[in-house]
């Protein structure tokens, strides 16, 4: 887990390195999880199932709570599955990991909903699908102002 302790310093190329030092960890980790998942059920086979199914899996596991504005931070996927509730940045990585574990290649969407251009939320796509387990609803994505993508 790794804690970025200064809100003013807080900043869309600090988180986005942050993530990026942490996906070897979240791809191993969902790895595991991926091969334990398998023992029991059959994995789906399309892009569009195994989108689905990470979406439905992690809603299932882990509830949403935004993270409070004195820290920002990102917990992996072993940790956020024993804390059972994280952010957007913790969900993405686990979101992440698993669709690469699952063969995908997934991207880091950083939006952000209104006139300031430092982004407010993460989430994941995999081409034009979005994964978005802060969400209910599976591929829904809302209007954003501005985007970036890892």
């Known amino acids: 887990m790794e804690i970025i302790k200064d809100k003013h ?3 869309l190329q600090r988180v986005v390195e942050v993530m990026l030092d942490n996906q070897t960890l979240a791809i191993q980790q969902c ?3 991926i091969d334990y998942i398998s023992i029991n059920q059959n994995l789906p086979t399309t892009k569009l199932k195994k989108c ?3 979406h439905k899996l992690v809603r299932a596991n882990v509830k949403f709570k935004k ?3 004195k820290y920002q931070m990102v917990i992996n996927p072993y940790a956020l599955l024993e804390m059972k509730v994280g952010d957007c ?3 993405s990585m686990i979101v ?7 063969e995908l290649e997934p991207k880091l969407r950083y939006v952000s909903y209104d006139n300031d251009p430092q982004p407010s939320h993460v989430y994941v796509i995999v081409d ?5 387990a802060t969400v209910p609803e599976f591929d829904k994505e809302y209007p954003y102002t501005f985007k970036y993508d890892y």
């Open 9 to 11: 310093k807080y900043s």
């Open 52 to 54: 689905e199914f990470v």
């Open 96 to 102: 992440f990991g698993l669709l690469c574990a699952l």
């Open 89 to 91: 940045k913790s969900f």
């Open 128 to 132: 034009n699908v979005c994964i978005d």
């Open 67 to 69: 993270n409070p504005n």
């Open 31 to 33: 790895k595991c999880l």
